[in-house]
């Protein structure tokens, strides 16, 4: 088999099908790219359509979303849900909302979730799903009324055995309240199961909130053990100032590191003595406000208004706001300043440009559906505790996460080593994710 050859020609068929996607051609093509070296080893894994299947959703749902502001206009949004691949199973991802989406957005989240939801090792298929409305600016009861009505269509969708969505960007604890109520109001029973990052008392689990940053610093201390490195004294910029940010902050601080930098999407904060964690949480997660203010009411911190945030200077970069984030300049300017390694706690947001620069500069880089894991591994860990009416302590609940994240990166580099691609944890993750997956689904049948 002319490998190149066959992998063009199923690129083309995808660009060809799915035109208008810049986001989902690019992640299909970086895996693409990583099958290269599987189909040379073992060209069963082309029989059977495999890879026609595994790029092309189960099942796409695009709905009406109509709601009523506080000033009593009615709005019209667009809601979506990717049910991408189930053969580990049920579909398992967050929702997203933000102006920005659309369907190749959510299809191309949809389609990394399948490779990180197999290397957490978990019985979960890959989904995503949300909606363009914008949340900023909108009050609480606006907030309500917009997830009551996404909820009233997506309902009918999912389940504990079928669909289980969570946060992502825009989704934090509130609305996946609203989002439970509504679901628990309109199904008749208190079904846990079929929503995580779930609030305390009501069936969320420990550690869920913070899992995501959590994982993503557990994971970059891998890769710096490997290479007899530790994160303590090292200095990190961390972009976004969201849920995935706040915890990778919290956890690099904790483990001794000072976080220089962090970001929203109108410019960047400096923290050359690190960040006070509590007043970040409380003007992101109580005051809903934006990081300008920290730098109002932080010591030593200064605001960089529409800054690049990548031209801070440090040793460990952790991009954690959103997809693209990251070019190849800016890769350029990390390399200058003395970076090293670089993990995804965001999906995708770093470009091809940008990783070919890691690769040329000599800087370990983890992919998110690695590094990011943890947060859906966590989830995976809420649908356990819910299953078994039981409820873990933070420090178990942690202790798995760090186990699951320290799996994670042992079969990915040793993947990419018996592939001759050692310290390549792009090719060895895309690669381990896919094995589970196809091994699965030649199993299963031509379905
Ligand atoms: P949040 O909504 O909590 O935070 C998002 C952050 O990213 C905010 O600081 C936001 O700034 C910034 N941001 C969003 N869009 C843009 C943009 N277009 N340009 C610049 N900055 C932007 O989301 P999360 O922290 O949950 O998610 C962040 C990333 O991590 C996403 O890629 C998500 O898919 C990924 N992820 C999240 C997981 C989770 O458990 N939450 C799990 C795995 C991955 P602003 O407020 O200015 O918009």
């Known amino acids: 088999m002319d490998v190149d050859a066959t992998v063009k020609t199923y690129y083309e068929q995808i660009l060809q099908r799915n035109a208008g996607e810049p986001e989902f051609h690019q992640a299909v093509s ?68 933000h102006p920005s989406v659309n369907l190749g957005i959510i299809k191309f989240l949809g389609f990394e979730q399948i490779f990180k939801n197999s290397l957490t090792g978990l019985p979960i298929g890959g989904g995503k799903g949300g909606s363009d409305f914008d949340p ?8 309500m009324r917009f997830c009551q009505s996404f909820m009233t269509e997506l309902g009918r969708h999912i389940g504990d055995k079928i669909d289980v969505p969570a946060g992502d960007i825009g989704v934090g604890g509130r609305e996946i309240g609203y989002l439970f109520g509504q679901y628990r109001r309109m199904a008749g029973r208190h079904e846990s199961g079929t929503l995580t990052g779930k609030g305390l008392q009501w069936g969320g689990s420990l550690v869920r909130t913070e899992a995501t940053g959590y994982g993503a610093v557990y ?126 706690g965001a999906n995708m947001p770093c470009t091809h440009d940008a990783i070919r620069v890691f690769g040329k500069r000599k800087i370990d880089f983890a992919p998110g559906k690695a590094a990011n894991a943890g947060g859906v591994a966590t989830s995976a860990l809420e649908m356990q505790q819910n299953a ?52 699965a689904m030649a199993a299963q049948g031509v379905i």
């Open 30 to 97: 970086e895996v693409l790219d990583s099958l290269t070296h599987v189909l040379r080893k073992d060209p069963h894994y082309a029989d059977m359509g495999l890879i026609q299947r595994l790029t092309e959703p189960e099942r796409q749902i695009i709905f009406r979303v109509p709601w009523v502001d506080d000033q009593g206009n009615v709005h019209v949004n667009r809601g979506f849900r990717v049910q991408f691949n189930s053969v580990l199973g049920p579909y398992k991802g967050g929702l997203r909302f």
């Open 136 to 143: 900023k600016g909108r009050s609480d009861l606006e907030i």
């Open 219 to 344: 994971f970059t201390q891998e890769m710096m053990t490997a290479r007899g490195e530790r994160l303590h004294n090292a200095k990190v910029i961390v972009s976004g100032s969201g849920n995935v940010a706040i915890y990778a902050i919290e956890k690099a601080q904790e483990l001794g590191a000072t976080v220089v930098a962090f970001s929203d999407s109108s410019g960047y904060v400096t923290t050359p003595d690190g960040v006070d964690v509590e007043l970040l949480k409380d003007i992101k997660e109580v005051r809903r406000l934006r990081v300008a203010d920290y730098a109002k009411e932080a010591k030593g911190a200064a605001f960089h208004k529409g800054g690049n945030v990548w031209e801070v200077e440090a040793d460990v970069a952790l991009p954690c706001a959103t997809q693209n984030e990251l070019d190849g300049e800016s890769a350029e300017l990390l390399a200058d300043n003395g970076v090293k390694y670089v993990a995804e």
């Open 388 to 439: 078994s009416r039981d409820s873990w302590s933070f420090e178990y609940t942690d202790k798995r996460l760090r186990d699951i994240m320290g799996n994670i990166f042992r079969t990915t580099a040793k993947t990419a080593a018996e592939y001759g691609m050692e310290g390549d944890y792009v090719v060895g993750a895309n690669i381990a994710g896919f094995r589970k997956v196809a091994d």
